[in-house]
């Protein structure tokens, strides 16, 4: 072979990468010696059009699944699981690019200066469309202080967007009240950087429990305009390659032996069962993050049978899922030994 020819035969057997492992070995070099045959014929390298067509079809046989119910059905379902993880995959990676919320230390330094007592308790939580949120809270006995609060949110650069005061008075006693407590409240909101903040203050200001003062804080990182993009990206992403694991495994199954194949089968069954507890899960939270509305006053809210799966069920079924996929695939690639005639002598 010439050089040319090498270089040639070197440029096709690249192009081949488009088409399944299983049908490069069946029928690569049917292929490529049919493409030398036509460049030695004087019709030269294929065009841009005949690479692309060649390309497009290896693409398309990856695609394919063995004409049979089950495999199709397996095919199906693989698409859907990994859909659903895709999708939260997705979101939780266009959440790593929206603002961080605060440090705990950030969190503790501003709820203190705010209410002038020591030690919040602090909380990270995930918003409703999974964003990042932190809940701080404090109480003790202080004093009710609007300026306090307003310097502690300007100097460290928020700003201000509501900043309301009232009074609210509680009677207090059973049948006809003989006391009345009065309180000052403070109800605050302020932006910063991608962020929003949202609290209030409560200070009482008589009774004995005067100087009473409670303060609740929480920020979230604002939803941006790839949060939704991206969830529906990684669905379309996940059901792609689950169904391109489907169709690659299912090929790999049927060239298995007899007592292979009804093992890899058996162990592909088992990884769809497992797999469908988190991809439930992953639904849902899809579910809740494409028909959440973001400017809703409560950023959190509960409603979905997911939320009683306890965590431990989920990462177990996960496990045996991926522990299943993974046995299913080396048994398919297993060969059965032949069996070998004794000779007589």
């Given at each position: 072979m010439t050089a040319i020819g090498g270089r040639d035969e070197r440029r096709y057997r690249r192009l081949l990468w488009a088409y399944p492992s299983g049908y490069r070995r069946r029928h690569g070099a049917e292929i490529v010696t049919t493409l030398l045959d036509m460049?030695?014929?004087?019709?030269?390298?294929?065009a841009v059009g005949q690479t692309l067509h060649l390309v497009a079809c290896g693409i398309r046989q990856r695609f394919r699944v063995p004409r049979r119910v089950l495999a199709v059905i397996a095919a199906v379902l693989s698409a859907a699981t990994l859909g659903g993880l895709g999708a939260v995959t997705?979101?939780?990676?266009?959440w790593q690019a929206a603002a961080p919320v605060p440090t705990s230390a950030e969190m503790t330094a501003l709820t203190s200066a705010m209410a002038g007592l020591p030690w919040p308790s602090l909380s990270p939580w995930h918003t409703a469309m999974n964003g990042p949120g932190f809940t701080s809270?404090?109480?003790?006995?202080?004093?009710?202080?609007?300026?306090r609060v307003r310097t502690a949110l300007t100097a460290t650069g928020w700003q201000i967007t509501t900043f309301e005061e009232s009074t609210r008075v509680i009677p207090v006693g059973i049948g006809s009240p003989?006391?009345?407590i009065s309180r000052r409240v403070l109800e605050f909101a302020a932006t910063k950087d991608g962020l929003s903040l949202h609290g209030d203050t409560d200070t009482v200001v008589s009774s004995k429990a005067y100087g009473?003062?409670?303060?609740?804080?929480?920020?979230?990182?604002?939803?941006?305009?790839a949060i939704r993009p991206s969830t529906v990206a990684g669905l379309l992403l996940g059901a792609l390659g689950g169904w391109l694991l489907a169709a690659a495994l299912a090929y790999r199954i049927r060239m298995a032996g007899d007592r292979n194949?009804?093992?890899?089968?058996?162990?592909?069954?088992?990884?769809l069962t497992g797999a469908a507890v988190p991809a439930f899960v992953a639904y849902c939270e899809a579910y809740q993050i494409m028909g959440y509305d973001e400017?809703?006053?409560n950023q959190y809210f509960e409603y979905s049978i997911s939320e009683t799966i306890p965590m431990p069920v989920v990462l177990i079924s996960t496990g045996v899922a991926a522990l299943a996929l993974v046995a299913a695939t080396l048994i398919a690639n297993r060969r059965d030994e032949p069996e070998l005639t004794p000779v007589s002598s």
């Amino acid at each position: 072979m010439t050089a040319i020819g090498g270089r040639d035969e070197r440029r096709y057997r690249r192009l081949l990468w488009a088409y399944p492992s299983g049908y490069r070995r069946r029928h690569g070099a049917e292929i490529v010696t049919t493409l030398l045959d036509m460049a030695e014929a004087g019709h030269g390298r294929p065009a841009v059009g005949q690479t692309l067509h060649l390309v497009a079809c290896g693409i398309r046989q990856r695609f394919r699944v063995p004409r049979r119910v089950l495999a199709v059905i397996a095919a199906v379902l693989s698409a859907a699981t990994l859909g659903g993880l895709g999708a939260v995959t997705g979101n939780w990676l266009a959440w790593q690019a929206a603002a961080p919320v605060p440090t705990s230390a950030e969190m503790t330094a501003l709820t203190s200066a705010m209410a002038g007592l020591p030690w919040p308790s602090l909380s990270p939580w995930h918003t409703a469309m999974n964003g990042p949120g932190f809940t701080s809270t404090i109480s003790g006995t202080g004093t009710y202080d609007p300026g306090r609060v307003r310097t502690a949110l300007t100097a460290t650069g928020w700003q201000i967007t509501t900043f309301e005061e009232s009074t609210r008075v509680i009677p207090v006693g059973i049948g006809s009240p003989d006391e009345a407590i009065s309180r000052r409240v403070l109800e605050f909101a302020a932006t910063k950087d991608g962020l929003s903040l949202h609290g209030d203050t409560d200070t009482v200001v008589s009774s004995k429990a005067y100087g009473l003062t409670t303060l609740l804080v929480d920020v979230t990182t604002d939803v941006t305009g790839a949060i939704r993009p991206s969830t529906v990206a990684g669905l379309l992403l996940g059901a792609l390659g689950g169904w391109l694991l489907a169709a690659a495994l299912a090929y790999r199954i049927r060239m298995a032996g007899d007592r292979n194949r009804w093992t890899a089968s058996g162990l592909t069954a088992l990884a769809l069962t497992g797999a469908a507890v988190p991809a439930f899960v992953a639904y849902c939270e899809a579910y809740q993050i494409m028909g959440y509305d973001e400017h809703a006053s409560n950023q959190y809210f509960e409603y979905s049978i997911s939320e009683t799966i306890p965590m431990p069920v989920v990462l177990i079924s996960t496990g045996v899922a991926a522990l299943a996929l993974v046995a299913a695939t080396l048994i398919a690639n297993r060969r059965d030994e032949p069996e070998l005639t004794p000779v007589s002598s």
